[in-house]
C-alpha cells in the first residue's frame, strides 16, 4: 500500500498538482533502485529490466534518470531479457 500511494504521490508532483518534494523523491528513487538490484541479484534479469523501465517512466521530470536508464539499457541487452521481451 505505501508503494502505491507514493507512486500516487510522484504521479501528482509530475502534473504540478502537489509540490515537489526532493526528499521524497530521492527516497522513492532509492527505493525503487533497490528493488530493481534486488531483483538483479536474485537473476531476475527481466523483472530487474521493467522495474528501471518503471521507474524512468516514474521518475522522469522529478529526478535524474541517466542512471536508470543505462541500468535498463545495459540489462536489455542480456540474452534472457531479449528472450522475454
Given at each position: 500500500m505505501d508503494?502505491?500511494?507514493?507512486?500516487?504521490?510522484?504521479?501528482?508532483?509530475?502534473?504540478?498538482r502537489e509540490a515537489r518534494d526532493e526528499n521524497f523523491?530521492?527516497?522513492?528513487?532509492?527505493?525503487?533502485?533497490?528493488?530493481a538490484q534486488?531483483?538483479?541479484?536474485s537473476d531476475e534479469a527481466y523483472e530487474a529490466w521493467r522495474e528501471y523501465r518503471q521507474a524512468i517512466t516514474t521518475f522522469d521530470g522529478i529526478a535524474d534518470?541517466?542512471?536508470?536508464?543505462q541500468a535498463a539499457a545495459a540489462l536489455a541487452q542480456q540474452?534472457?531479457?531479449r528472450r522475454r521481451r
Amino acid at each position: 500500500m505505501d508503494e502505491a500511494f507514493a507512486w500516487f504521490r510522484l504521479i501528482a508532483m509530475k502534473r504540478n498538482r502537489e509540490a515537489r518534494d526532493e526528499n521524497f523523491t530521492a527516497l522513492q528513487r532509492t527505493n525503487a533502485v533497490a528493488r530493481a538490484q534486488a531483483l538483479e541479484q536474485s537473476d531476475e534479469a527481466y523483472e530487474a529490466w521493467r522495474e528501471y523501465r518503471q521507474a524512468i517512466t516514474t521518475f522522469d521530470g522529478i529526478a535524474d534518470t541517466g542512471s536508470l536508464r543505462q541500468a535498463a539499457a545495459a540489462l536489455a541487452q542480456q540474452k534472457a531479457v531479449r528472450r522475454r521481451r
